[in-house]
């Protein structure tokens, strides 16, 4: 914990800029999800640049950090580790989509079918995420916001949020959907 604070303080006197991935949860590997990094700073590869918009202490010593994302981003390089670990990371773009746009659309709303099944057996999502996502015609996007949204365990999470190709992305979200 102490690790991140200093990173956050570190982006603040700099360019508020902080690269934020989750960490590696003991016996829960993703498939392709090796980490470059040792613990204690064992975080997946895959993750966002964020720039800090605002920032609160807690009395307990802890801090609410409110972020916006940038890019998403892999890690290349531990360049140090004196009080919290210092990266260089690459920036990740999407790669332009690489099916028909048939093919992209009837995914995108059998996406959508499922969400609305999913939903219909309980899952609680926020109805502010829900009108959002009616909105979204982006593969990689759509695929993003239901997996940040549905409260998956962060493997799973991670196993569908690091596939580069966004329509790939949409394929792994509607399989979860679909099981």
Do not use: W
């Amino acid at each position: 914990e102490e690790l991140c604070i200093n990173a956050v303080e570190h982006a603040l006197a700099h360019q508020r800029k902080i690269f934020l991935s989750a960490f590696k949860v003991a016996g829960e590997e993703g498939e392709g999800l090796e980490s470059t990094l040792e613990p204690p700073f064992d975080v997946y590869d895959i993750g966002t640049v964020c720039s800090i918009m605002r920032t609160r202490k807690l009395p307990d010593g802890r801090m609410k950090v409110l972020v916006q994302g940038l890019a998403k981003a892999e890690i290349e390089e531990l360049v140090s580790t004196d009080s919290f670990p210092y990266l260089r990371v690459k920036m990740i773009e999407d790669p332009t989509s690489a099916g028909s746009n048939a093919e992209v659309e009837a995914m995108i709303r059998a996406v959508r079918e499922n969400l609305e099944k999913v939903v219909g057996l309980g899952k609680v999502l926020s109805p502010d995420i829900l009108m959002i996502l009616e909105d979204v015609t982006d593969p990689g996007r759509l695929s993003d916001l239901v997996t940040a949204n549905l409260g998956l365990k962060v493997h799973e999470a991670q196993s569908i949020l690091s596939v580069y190709n966004p329509i790939d992305r949409l394929r792994r979200m509607h399989a979860y959907l679909s099981r």
